[in-house]
């Protein structure tokens, strides 16, 4: 080819801008010339956002209910004069204040400025001091207010408590109320529950249970009830039916929810109330026991209708048993299947419970979640493989349909009751592994052995379609499905989440593109996050869940000493968030032509105080769309992630949206950015978008 043809039309005279949104996520797979401008060539603790740009995430931190690390309170006080030394509290008034720290006459304390008034008296040892001035929002410095915020969340990580016992936390579950269930071993090795509260944990009783049949007279809450032959007696706090009704004709079985007991009921010995007989036992009265290699799915529902009658109904993976939590009590009955499998799976929708064992699905009598008879309108459908999920597709809470996944089929029940109920294939040629489907904003997502997938509705009523949405990350998907726990969604952020047991989460987040016809597609951008130790490169927790409370989403971890509230604070807990991303290439849509690099803007917005490290490549190995040598070398000379010594550093402070330049120097056909940052007192930011400036250059022979 001649020297001087130029196919891609370049102006060589004149500088030229390019305009790079920051979108599109991981892309580990496709060839260079397809890649889209601003996905990733890696990443970790940078996030895609819906409506464009990558998030470096929050933190997280330890939970207990009380007043969090990340919400803790400082302000400032301006002495007459300094102390002789720096005091590590002060007593003012009634009130001793812990000191985070100070500049000469000011101090920085710990807590509130109410009480606290100009002109009182500070002491520190023998010394006194006098109040000239008063800062409620404490510095207006934005680093000297990251640091001491810090300082403030770390005295209030001192206080906060782990559920009483020994071992991990075994699991974590979302309260009715909007708190937290954590559970763990006792030191006699029986698992105890637990509920957050502004006091700290505090334990949840586990009830006590009398089962009973041939209920043939209607037993009350409240009455009184004694053993014919054991003389034993109780007081019913609540009665769980599990078939019939208190008559002759359809005589009631199920459990007695029952305190104040005196004595111990026989098996089989009538139940009176008063000289009535009402029932039978069928055991002796025992307290719920949860096994402790539980593996909990549980749902928060509410089947009476009336407001503040929501309930936790869950599972423990393991046995046949079926709790309900009302907040302070838990309580639980059998259901009655063939087998020693336990219940895995479990959902409430259109005032039913439908629960999974092996490869049956057991769905509830209507508006009685305990009740799986076949004559209280109960049903039991077989699908022929083991069920992994059981999800509401879109509709009405009372007339959509749900979507049943197999270990070998995806599946969609429609239909209400057994008059209309029909159980349709969507795809016998993929499955779903367990408890990895979600609705996120009404579309079905499912991880399985060979990717992720969609199930969306096509326009042919009532049928729907399964989508590979993971191609762009198979190398790194490949080296999580070991791991894999359970999806949870962030609805607010459109994100479905793979929790894994290393610590990490794949993090898939909606986004729609237009296509070359102009039609609007739906995709997954997929970010990577790991909360191992920036030290240690260690974090394991044993379960997940998600709090809703009206428009609110928490999210919370069951680790190894504490529960941990994630999306929370600066720093994992006190320590560095260690967070990057290296671009791909932006080749101008010249891919062999050579471009003389002039500067880099960045436009990136803070939520606070934020501080990143930036670098550059413009020579990528053989361009084939991996991260060069080239790069590696620049970006961590020393062969560490933890060098900063030739990078550019940028600070942002919120309210201020920078356009931050580094000058680039260099000549290549194509340039990368890389995008560091490590630090426990940065708030999260977000990269919108990366202007280049160039002129361009001859074309590679």
């Known amino acids: 080819m001649a020297r001087d043809v130029n196919p891609f039309e370049l102006n060589m005279s004149k500088p030229a801008v390019d305009v790079v949104i920051a979108a599109g996520g991981l892309d580990f797979t496709s060839p260079p010339v397809s890649v889209v401008p601003g996905s990733l060539l890696a990443g970790q603790n940078f996030v895609a956002v819906q409506s464009g740009g990558y998030r470096r995430i929050e933190g997280y931190e330890r939970f207990d209910g009380s007043t969090a690390p990340s919400e803790a309170k400082y302000f400032s006080v301006i002495l007459d004069s300094p102390f002789s030394t720096q005091p590590t509290s002060v007593t003012i008034g009634s009130k001793t204040f812990t000191v985070l720290g100070g500049d000469d006459e000011e101090l920085y304390l710990l807590g509130e400025s109410e009480g606290v008034s100009v002109g009182n008296s500070v002491s520190f040892n023998s010394e006194t001091r006098t109040v000239l001035e008063i800062s409620g929002a404490g510095t207006t410095v934005p680093k000297r207010h990251a640091e001491i915020r810090y300082n403030a969340a770390e005295k209030v990580r001192k206080n906060i408590t782990a559920p009483p016992g020994v071992g991990a936390i075994l699991a974590v579950l979302p309260s009715p109320d909007g708190s937290v269930l954590a559970f763990r071993a006792n030191n006699a090795g029986k698992v105890e529950a637990y509920k957050s509260s502004p006091s700290g944990w505090v334990p949840v009783t586990r009830a006590i249970h009398l089962p009973f049949n041939n209920g043939t007279a209607e037993i009350k809450v409240g009455d009184t009830i004694t053993g014919a032959s054991s003389g034993a007696t109780a007081k019913v706090d609540d009665i769980l039916l599990v078939t019939g009704a208190f008559n002759p004709s359809t005589p009631a079985t199920g459990v007695l929810i029952i305190s104040g007991v005196n004595g111990t009921f026989s098996s089989g010995e009538a139940i009176n109330v008063g000289s009535t007989v009402k029932a039978k036992t069928t055991d002796t009265q025992a307290q719920v026991q949860i096994p402790p290699n539980l593996n909990p799915d549980g749902v928060v529902y509410n089947f009476k209708g009336s407001s503040g009658t929501d309930n936790l109904f869950f599972v423990d993976g393991v046995s046949k048993y079926i709790y309900r939590f009302d907040g302070n009590k838990i309580v639980a009955t059998t259901i009655t299947i063939e087998g020693d499998s336990g219940l895995s799976c479990i959902l409430a929708e259109k005032s039913r419970l439908y629960i999974a064992s092996k490869a049956s699905l057991f769905i509830s009598a209507p508006g009685e979640p305990f009740k799986f008879d076949a004559v209280d309108g109960a049903a039991e459908i077989g699908l022929g493989a083991d069920i992994t999920n059981i999800v509401p597709a879109r509709g009405s809470s009372s007339f ?125 951008a997929f970010s990577f996050v790991s909360y191992k130790d920036y030290d240690t490169e260690t974090f394991i927790y044993n379960g997940v869940c998600r709090v809703v409370s009206g428009t609110s989403e928490r999210f919370f971890v069951a680790g190894a000493d504490y529960v941990y509230e994630l999306d929370k604070g600066t720093s994992f807990d006190g320590r560095k968030i260690f967070a990057y991303l290296i671009t791909a290439f932006f080749h101008s849509n010249a891919i062999l032509a050579r471009k003389r690099y002039k500067s880099l803007f960045i436009a990136a917005i803070s939520e606070g105080y934020s501080e990143a490290f930036v670098q550059y490549d413009v020579s990528p190995s053989a361009y084939d769309g991996g991260i060069s040598r080239d790069l590696i070398v620049k970006l961590f000379p020393q062969g560490t992630w933890y060098d900063t010594s030739n990078w550019g550093t940028f600070v942002w402070s919120a309210g201020i949206t920078p356009e931050v330049r580094l000058d680039t120097p260099g000549t290549g056909k194509a340039m990368s950015l890389a995008v560091k940052s490590i630090s426990a007192i940065s708030d999260p930011f977000t990269i919108h978008s990366f202007t280049i400036r160039y002129t361009a250059g001859r074309l590679e022979r």
Not at 427 to 443: E, K, Q, W, Y
Not at 448 to 456: A, F, K, P
Not at 490 to 496: P, T, V
């Open 400 to 524: 959509g349909a749900i979507i049943i996944t197999t270990d070998k089929s995806i599946r969609v029940l429609y239909g209400n009751d057994e008059t209309d109920w029909r159980l349709q294939i969507i795809s016998t040629d993929i499955g779903a592994l367990p408890r990895t489907a979600a609705n996120v904003n009404g579309d079905i997502m499912f991880a399985s052995s060979s990717g992720i997938y969609t199930v969306e509705a096509v326009m042919q009523y009532g049928n729907f379609s399964v989508n590979s949405v993971s191609s762009a990350i198979k190398p790194l998907y490949k080296s999580l499905i070991p791991l894999l726990m359970r999806a949870v969604v962030r609805a607010d952020r459109s994100e479905y989440r793979l929790y894994c047991s290393d610590g990490s989460v794949l993090v898939g987040t909606q986004v729609n593109r237009v296509s070359d016809t102009g039609a609007i597609l739906k995709s997954l």
